[in-house]
């Protein structure tokens, strides 16, 4: 626990700001149902954030988590390996949750399909079902937040917790998902960050790989 508290600590740039709004998330949970708050946020709707959020979401997809995978190859293998395992242990977690835990909760587009004023984004494919938790917001927490943890400039993070709660707005904006899937999705990933640093911290199989602390760019060089 002293070891999680201390990386909590000292990411405060990305676990600052992440508090506060997953108090406030919390709060209009326990003041407002479900789908009253995405009803709100469904009117809250303009050409320049369909187009903001519809992008937005791909963040948390395949070509986005490619970049960043090869991006990390060129700084330090560690972080590749990090961030992988986040990655990797976030579709299983969810994955597990979405298809036999929680396989009948309904998305949105159930309930605004009775309703005639609803807002759609064009080009957008609306899903009916395993609404819970979301894993876009999941893995963009995951990813994102795994990446704070191993920059040394720690306010960079306050820039990948811009991107994360980007991702994590797009699914409500979207009609993707109601805000209870995106709070859980989000912590899922924060966990999920810690315990993938941890473990490869301090795994001695991992350690005992002479270029894990290497990157792509040194090993080509020799």
Request: one cysteine or more; glycine letters at 4%.
């Amino acid at each position: 626990m002293n070891e999680v508290k201390t990386i909590l600590n000292s990411n405060r740039w990305f676990m600052y700001p992440y508090t506060t709004i997953l108090s406030f998330s919390l709060l209009l949970l326990i003041c407002a149902e479900n789908n009253y708050i995405q009803l709100i946020i469904n009117k809250l709707n303009s050409p320049f954030f369909d187009f903001t959020f519809k992008y937005a979401t791909t963040l948390a997809e395949g070509l986005s988590i490619a970049a960043v995978i090869i991006l990390t190859l060129f700084i330090r293998f560690r972080w590749t390996a990090i961030v992988s395992f986040a990655l990797i242990l976030n579709v299983t977690i969810v994955y597990a949750l979405k298809k036999l835990v929680f396989p009948d909760v309904e998305r949105p587009s159930i309930f605004f399909s009775q309703l005639t004023d609803w807002h759609t984004v064009e080009g957008v494919h609306l899903h009916t079902h395993m609404s819970f938790p979301s894993g876009h917001t999941s893995a963009a927490f995951a990813m994102f937040f795994g990446l704070a943890i191993c920059l040394k400039n720690k306010k960079l993070g306050a820039l990948l917790f811009v991107l994360s709660l980007m991702v994590g707005y797009s699914r409500m904006y979207l009609s993707q998902h109601y805000l209870i899937d995106v709070v859980a999705g989000s912590v899922i990933g924060i966990i999920i960050a810690l315990f993938s640093y941890i473990l490869i911290q301090k795994s001695d199989r991992i350690n005992q790989i002479s270029w894990i602390d290497k990157s792509l760019s040194q090993l080509l060089s020799k």
